[in-house]
Every structure is written in C-alpha cells, then in structure tokens.
C-alpha cells in the first residue's frame, strides 16, 4: 500500500477499479486487466482509494480463478487501503472475500463468525449490486455446514437485490449456487432448472469459469437422476477447457465428480482417466470432495472387477462419512453409502447391504 493524500473519487485509476469490479462476472478477463491496469496507474498516482478497489476486484479474481491464500494477500492489502481512507463499502467487501476465503479453504465455523459480524452494517451500506458478495458468502457457510434453509433464504434475498439489470452476472452466480442447494435437499429437478437458467443467462457474459461450474452441477443433477448418459456431452466439454484463467481455473476441477457419473454411465475408460485425474489433484479441504473421491475411485475399482479393493477404500473412509464430518454436504453421504451398499451386495454379503 502506498501512503499518499486522498484523491478524488472520479480519478482514471478509480474508475478503472471499479470497472474491474461491474466486469467480475461479466467478462473475467477484462475484469482482471482492468483490476492490473487500475493497480499500476493507483500506485503511480499515489491514490489509496483506487488501489483498494483495484486490490479487491483482484482478491475476488483469485478466489475464484486461484487459491484462496492468494486471494487473502490482495485482499488484507485491499482492506488496508479502505481503512486508511475511511472507506467503509470496501472494507465490507474486502471482509466478505476474505470470509468467503475461509470457507474455501475449509474454515466454515470461522468464516460464518466473520461474515455474520458484517451483515447488519453490510446490509445498510452496500448497494444491491454490492450486497450480494456479502449474502452469497453468508449463504455459502451455511451451505457448508448443512443448514440448507438458512442458506436457501440468504441465496434468494441476494437474487432479489442482484436482478439482471443490475447484477452485473452475479445473478448467474446465485442460480449456480441454488441448484447445488437445491440438490443437496435432492430437488434436482427444480436444481436442473436453475441450472439451465444460469447457463442461458451466461450466453450474455464471457465468463468460462462460471460456465464450468454450471456444467459441473448439471452432471450432478443428470447423475442423480438417474440419467448419466445426458451427462458425457458436458464432461467433455468440460474437459476441453484450459485449466487456466482463460479457463475453468486451477480450483474445483471436481474430477471426482465427473468421473462418478462417467462411471455411472459405463464409461469405464473416461472414468478411469478422470479418478487418475482426481487423485493426482492437489489434496482437498472439501469434504464432499474428499469423500467423493473416494467413492469414484472405488467405483473404478468395482468396474475393473477388484471388489475387494474397492470394499477397502470404502471401509478406510466409513468413519468420514458417517455423519460427524464438519462440511460434508448429504448427497456425496449418501453416494457413499449406496455405493457401499451396492458393493455389499454384489459380493454376496446381503447383511451388511
């Protein structure tokens, strides 16, 4: 952070922030060479204001496209320059994505405290455009920590602030974010619908991340519903996507996922290619990716006719995801479980089935 008077609020570099700030979700390259652009110039000019809100656009880049320890780093700077300015919209939001980097990275007790303490104030400061950050990130934590409710009605007070007109994409982010909810309740019908309508809405915008995700919680629902084979389309689709900013990012690739309902599919080829892809990956704190994890690759296993080593990764993973894990979502509880079941089953123990 440089030291330097107050600027004007209509200064090139501020404009250019916050720019980068209405094109997060719209256009998430230009957001993020908007971000770097109105950084240089902040920093040339002297203009803490403008290097606040170019820090923040670029902390919340990173949490989607990076990792969320690199994301603290611009954002604690961001919350540093909003301090020094009085600022009090930025050092909301710059609180916000630093909560909502604790729960990416697995804190969720610890980034609800965080996020909650913002909400009452958030709520009276921010503008709708604004709020949704902080709702959406409130709604997340609950998300995580099972309390589907909670997170169904922060998710849709922030769909009614953040109306297409002027959500500037987030809106697209928020159908994204019901669907998976709504398929942790196993509504995936209504989940697929939301699905569908972030995928329509994101034809507006040039933001493949977003896209990427989307698909993912459409293979879900396809998977759940008993209809995988609709599903391979958009895993290869997905799989065509550059593991980059150009791309889907380097996070939540969600292998694990994809190869579930490859396999369901009896596509033990591309099943395979995707658990050895989900294994290679860097370890996850998500426990629905961990327990997913396991579950595909003993899915792969019980494809390739070793049912006994299957039987013992499920064993090995049994306490995980028997119900006292912080985190783990219901759906890939009962994947395990049905897959464990199933395994049972096919060797010849109908007891413990």
Same mark, same amino acid.
């Given at each position: /952070?440089?030291?330097?008077?107050r600027r004007p609020s209509t200064s090139s570099a501020l404009r250019l922030a916050r720019q980068a700030w209405?094109? $997060?979700?719209?256009?998430? *390259?230009?957001?993020?060479?908007?971000?770097?652009?109105?950084?240089?110039?902040?920093?040339?000019?002297?203009?803490?204001?403008?290097?606040?809100?170019?820090?923040?656009?670029?902390?919340?880049?990173?949490?989607?496209?990076?990792?969320?320890?690199?994301?603290? +780093?611009?954002?604690?700077?961001?919350?540093?320059?909003?301090?020094?300015?009085?600022?009090?919209?930025?050092?909301? $939001?710059?609180?916000?994505?630093?909560?909502? %980097?604790?729960?990416?990275? !697995?804190?969720?007790?610890? @980034?609800?405290?965080?996020?909650?303490?913002?909400?009452?104030? %958030? $709520?009276?400061v921010l503008r709708p455009d604004q709020r949704g950050i902080l709702l959406n990130t409130i709604a997340g934590c609950y998300s995580a920590l099972g309390h589907s409710e909670e997170a169904l009605a922060?998710?849709?007070?922030?769909?009614?602030?953040?109306?297409?007109?002027?959500?500037? !994409?987030?809106?697209?982010?928020?159908?994204?974010?019901?669907?998976?909810?709504?398929?942790?309740?196993?509504?995936?019908?209504?989940?697929?619908?939301? +699905?569908?309508?972030?995928?329509?809405?994101?034809?507006?915008?040039?933001?493949?991340?977003?896209?990427?995700?989307?698909?993912?919680?459409?293979?879900?629902?396809?998977?759940?519903?008993?209809?995988?084979?609709?599903?391979?389309?958009?895993?290869?689709?997905?799989?065509?996507?550059?593991?980059?900013?150009?791309?889907? !990012?380097? /996070?939540?690739?969600?292998?694990?996922?994809?190869?579930?309902?490859? $396999?369901?599919?009896?596509?033990?080829?591309?099943?395979?290619?995707? +658990?050895?892809?989900?294994?290679?990956?860097?370890? @996850?704190?998500?426990?629905?990716? =961990?327990?997913?994890?396991?579950?595909?690759?003993? /899915?792969?296993? *019980?494809?390739?006719?070793?049912?006994? *080593?299957?039987?013992?990764?499920? =064993?090995?993973?049994?306490? /995980?995801?028997?119900?006292?894990?912080?985190?783990?979502?219901?759906?890939?509880?009962?994947?395990?479980?049905?897959?464990?079941?199933?395994?049972?089953?096919?060797?010849?123990?109908?007891?413990?089935?």
């Open positions: /952070m440089v030291a330097n008077p209405r094109l $997060l979700h719209l256009d998430s *390259q230009r957001a993020i060479a908007c971000a770097d652009k109105a950084l240089a110039r902040a920093l040339a000019q002297g203009d803490v204001l403008a290097e606040g809100w170019a820090r923040l656009a670029r902390g919340i880049h990173l949490l989607y496209f990076v990792t969320p320890a690199a994301a603290a +780093v611009e954002l604690e700077q961001a919350r540093a320059c909003f301090d020094a300015e009085g600022d009090r919209a930025g050092q909301l $939001l710059a609180g916000a994505g630093l909560a909502r %980097g604790l729960w990416r990275a !697995g804190h969720f007790e610890e @980034s609800l405290a965080q996020a909650l303490a913002l909400r009452d104030e %958030g $709520l009276h922060y998710m849709f007070q922030a769909l009614r602030d953040a109306g297409p007109s002027k959500a500037h !994409g987030f809106d697209v982010v928020l159908h994204c974010n019901l669907a998976h909810e709504h398929v942790q309740l196993g509504d995936h019908l209504e989940a697929l619908r939301h +699905v569908d309508q972030g995928i329509n809405r994101c034809k507006a915008l040039d933001n493949v991340r977003l896209l990427s995700v989307l698909l993912i919680n459409r293979v879900i629902c396809l998977t759940e519903l008993d209809r995988p084979h609709e599903a391979l389309p958009d895993i290869e689709q997905l799989l065509a996507l550059p593991a980059d900013a150009d791309g889907r !990012g380097t /996070m939540g690739s969600c292998f694990e996922t994809l190869a579930v309902a490859a $396999l369901s599919a009896g596509n033990v080829a591309l099943g395979g290619d995707l +658990v050895a892809r989900a294994l290679a990956a860097p370890p @996850s704190a998500d426990p629905d990716e =961990q327990v997913e994890r396991v579950v595909a690759a003993a /899915m792969l296993d *019980q494809a390739r006719g070793n049912l006994p *080593q299957a039987l013992r990764r499920l =064993q090995a993973a049994e306490a /995980m995801a028997g119900g006292g894990t912080v985190g783990l979502n219901l759906r890939p509880r009962i994947r395990f479980f049905q897959t464990l079941a199933d395994l049972h089953e096919a060797l010849g123990d109908a007891k413990s089935a």
